[in-house]
């Protein structure tokens, strides 16, 4: 028997036990609702599995019995104890069914005419008095006459069905090479074998100490065989995701068929290990999430064909470990949901009144989504819609202290975003110091460790450079043309590190939050060990700091850090916070993506704060007014043995009258930013703060240098046009490179307008034909518009369709096919690369590397060229 | 990592059945000179002095965390709970009473762990209301052994702290 339906059966076996006691419950309090909604949700999965199993049979009478109990469900029928007995007669008949493929492997053959008649009946509203009776006795009259099953010797399969009729539960059922166990079971193992590991470390000590050889054999093998053993039993806790989703193609492969459509299912990331509790736990969510994709998400190939998409949908389905989480993606590039409707149906249900939904933001409404019995499908089909589905998927991931969201746009598709923290989870984990004491970071965020020297780095020759500087008591490093923000670890956790004397000396541990890079400054590093991750005492669960704590090989206790939780508890980069606090505020209007950027805010010539995003400056510098000079009309200042142009933002500067004050007082603020060997410093009052925050723009201006205004840290806030004010500095700023391609058309994606403003200057500035356009869908439409290009940048994280599946969509066809693409992102892990290469880009570059970007595109065209 | 299990241990698991009269029997231990008494079957486990690993940020109240045979438990400082002035330098470092709440484990550090006592129900006596409300909200009472006065800890109030 196949895996599949071995599997089928015990979960079937489990959930018909359940549905039995939950039914005879409900016949005592039928208007328990908790009771009815679990009947409902369960014999709506039996439906949803055996229908994809190919059992027709049973798919026939567990959907008559889910429609009365639909009916129930919505209180348009009262429950009566004659309806329950239909019910549980349907029950009994499912019983039977289920133990017949135990046995053979098939369905058996059998007329289930009348008992589907009558739960027809009943769901029609009519008697079911009468009715219920004569079904009743029906199941055994019907099967009896019809049994002829073509492949298995007919006893064979009769003696043990009648048997096993009366005891459903001693089902004999499960596939021999498995059995299942109670997790707890596999839970005092791991301690058992924890404590073992820790028995064993001491006695190797003992035995080195006392130097006795009597012991050093035996010892040894119970050192491997402990090691074994703990390893085996790790093994049993973890399963790669791939095993909850290899249900999926075949699910895929018949909904293809029921519907109409063309999908393609894509799987990335099988290979992600879950602990077994959680995976066990998201398998139906996942199969209820890619079933609804497939059935409301995607459109039928004329629709798409219509839309200018190709006929193929897709289903993608994503996972992988980020900075301490597992992250699962279920997305499709569909129709999107539809605002519209939801709306519609959110008022209809009485959820909310036309006027808060006004006031709503489209992130808002799209939630509803996950209300209970909330299902926007026009038609009930077998395959889904009936509003179990997104309420079950959120309850159950909440269930694990997982989250789930959503990024949805009309016509571009729906992915949905289930995060799971990796509580029970084995990670890699490296082991620092700070303030004395010892930490262990996972692994997954970490790109790189950086030693820095403080003050005193100079005597240092390899790393010299790396260096913590300071903007404003903000401390920062310049890593590679990039400013990184610092947290110090010790003072993070209030740990009294001050009677160190090089505050600045240690290692920056560079970590990965989403699409923010930040570094915690720690005082030691030491090793990397696997660990347990065990959830934190539930006094101790406020402190967002630690995502749990573990045991290390030496015994020790040890706190393992959440670097989301230190990105926002610092304000790096707080996804979390701008979620929490639109739901917070409640209808936060036109709030998008919980994309962050880091700005360092400054003041200059009138109040209003200005800002620019820190990635793109090179440094901050202090310099002394009375070191500023003119040439050619315009203030320069000597720096790093060269002159740098400096341009006052305030738009003049007058030099100081020099002479008798003695200037030790006057300093100049500049932000430098650099390129190629060049320096450019535009001169600024006052350097406020660094803020991390959505960089929205809201109201344009005509204003030159400024993009517009944006709401940075709660107040109003213009934002830089770097372009402009670099155009300022003279014209081989921008002087394209020697090698440089005039005239090839470049089209830009990137749905951040300040990014289009940047790069369209500067790609311009190079000689290229730039054409900026903010989502996919415009650059799809631009093709089929039959416009040309010699190659694409595009941005990775947009709203719709995002840039792997634009990507996925150029290379499937049309003539842009064998473009050169160039992916832009603010994640650039070799994971991602390596995600961006599958999908069809070119190369992969890192947001705000301006040269990068220059080098790649030259690179990709004098490829095209040769 | 050295285990050092008190002689406590033992006793503690076994219930006492002295006579007719209702008799419960209590660990005795000394917190800041203050004896107290906690109902023996609720320990699992009395522990010497151990390794505590600081937890940054937590509440005041808790010391830190620790191995129990590979099972962490979360540390109380009884001092600190109880408003008592700190353990003076050069003190011996405390003992470890592990109790189980809600499937988890915390150790009460305590100056010293006396001997499991059976006390007659007909000693005890409410808390009197002159007491510091600090304390009468983790007492169940006091109770009357061999002349002095033993309070009484409710292991589950004593854990009810900081769940603001």
New interface residues.
Partial sequence: MDDLLADFLTETNEGLEALDAALVRLERTPDDKPTLSEIFRLVHTIKGTCGFLGLGRLEKVAHAAENVLGRYRDGSLSVTPPGITLVLSSLDRIKEIVTGIGVSGSEPLGDDNALIGALDAAFAGQAQLAAAAPVLAAPVAATAPVAAPPVAPPQAIRAPAVDAAPDPAGTPTAGPQTIRVAVEVLEDLM?????L??TR??LMQLARASGDNAFAVPLQRLSHITTDLQEGVMKTRMQPIGNAWAKLPRLVRDLTHELGKKIDLDMKGAETELDRQVLELIKDPLTHMVRNSGDHGLEGPAERRAAGKPETGRIILNAYHQGGHIIIEVGDDGRGLPLDRIRRKVVANGLATEAELASMSERDIQHFIFRAGFSTAAAVTSVSGRGVGMDVVKTNIEKIGGTIELRSREGRGTTFIIKIPLTLAIVSALVVEA?G??FAIPQIGVLELVRVGGETASDGGANDGARVERLNDTPVLRLRDRLLPLVRLSEL???DASEQADRDAGFVVVTQVGPHVFGIIVDRVFDTEEIVV?PV????R??T??SG???LG??????ILDPNGIARATGVGADGVAEEAAAMNGPAAGLRSAARTAMLLFRAGDATPKAVPLGLIARLEDIAVDQIEMAGGRPVVQYRGQLMPLIPLSGHWMPPARGEDGGAAARQAVLVFTDRGNALGLMVDEILDVVDDALKIEARQDQPGFLGSAVIAGKVTEVLDCGYWLRQAGEDWFAPDQQGQTGARVLVIDDNAFFRHLLVPALSAEGYDVTAVDDAAAALRLRDAGQTFDAIVSDIEMPGMDGLIFAAAVREAGPWRDLPMIALSGRAAPADVARGRDAGFTDYVGKFDRPALLRSLADCLAHVGA | MQHIEAHAQQPARTPARIGEDPVQVFLTLTVGGKPCAVPALSVRDVLGPQTITRIPLAPPEVAGSLNLRGRIVTAIDLRRRLNLPPREAGAPRPMSIVVEQNGELYSLLSDAVGDVVPLAAKDAAPNPPTLDPLWAAVSRGVHRQDGRLLIVLDVERVLAFGQS
Avoid: W, Y
């Fill in positions: 301690t058992l074998v924890s404590e590991v820790l470390n001491q303030g004491e010892r956790l209030c740990l065990k005492a539930p006094i101790l406020h402190v700091m630690f704590n573990t045991i030496d015994g020790s206790v040890i706190m």
